[in-house]
């Protein structure tokens, strides 16, 4: 992070972390005639089904994870750029996360289900923020952390459902939440017969866009629960932020 920005809307950890998935736009919605739509949506929902039991059976994963993230710039015809980080992500029942990104810069996103911290060592600057389990419900990571069900909160879109289970590939999964959110939709790409999630991309209101891709994806390793406990290294100041509003990811 540029040693220049400070504070809690600037910074390019705070640009990635604060979109944290989790999380590209949903595809025009379109259908094949006939029953072949009621079938596409039999098969979208299947698939979302086996995603909410693989998680829903999972105490905890680990994973190597990159993310991409553009930010839409007002009043600029030209697109912003496109952001990318790497690093390794660590979930944990109830309500517990580890980002740790390692590319272009360390930094470091961790919450113990009750405090979210945002940590900048370059800045020696740590943001810290009350969460409930609302907030960390929200948008990719509800299925990941087991609070919530996904038919029953989004209404399910794939057009390749069927043909890419057909072929044994990964399925692309469109979602719109049933309730206002401050997300509009989110796509999940899944594999179609284990549930296994590999990528999840969210949109928000304001049309910035996240996408998380993961791999080496281990899971029941039982972590502890210090690695979700943020300890404030000596001469790093702590810039304390309004709780999140229910629901939401970090603006």
């Given at each position: ?12 950890v705070?640009?990635?972390a ?14 094949a ?28 994963l ?5 993310q ?17 980080a ?25 919450t ?5 911290w945002?940590?900048?060592?370059r800045a020696?600057?740590?943001?810290k ?14 299925f ?33 939440p049933?309730?206002p ?9 899944a ?46 100041r ?14």
């Amino acid at each position: 992070m540029n040693r220049a920005c400070r504070g809690a809307s600037n910074g390019f950890v705070t640009k990635l972390a604060r979109t944290l998935v989790v999380l590209v736009s949903l595809a025009a919605a379109g259908g094949a005639r006939g029953a072949e739509p009621d079938a596409a949506r039999a098969c979208a929902e299947a698939v979302v089904r086996r995603v909410q039991a693989r998680y829903d059976g999972i105490q905890d994963l680990s994973a190597r994870f990159e993310q991409t993230t553009q930010s839409v710039t007002l009043g600029e015809a030209a697109p912003a750029p496109v952001l990318s980080a790497r690093g390794a992500v660590v979930f944990a029942k109830p309500g517990r996360m580890r980002w740790s990104y390692e590319e272009p810069e360390p930094s470091l996103v961790v919450t113990d289900g009750a405090t979210l911290w945002i940590y900048d060592p370059r800045a020696a600057e740590v943001q810290k923020m009350a969460v409930e389990g609302a907030f960390l419900s929200g948008a990719a990571i509800q299925f990941l952390l087991g609070q919530g069900d996904l038919l029953a909160e989004f209404e399910v879109e794939s057009r390749d459902c069927l043909e890419a289970r057909a072929a044994a590939r990964e399925v692309r999964l469109e979602l719109r939440p049933r309730k206002p959110a401050t997300y509009e939709r989110l796509v999940l790409v899944a594999d179609a017969s284990s549930g296994e999630v590999q990528e999840t991309t969210v949109q928000d209101l304001f049309g910035n866009v996240t996408r998380v891709r993961i791999e080496d994806v281990r899971t029941n390793q039982g972590p502890g629960p210090e690695l979700f406990v943020f300890q404030v290294p000596v001469g790093v100041r702590v810039l304390e932020l309004p709780p999140a509003p229910s629901g939401s990811l970090p603006q």
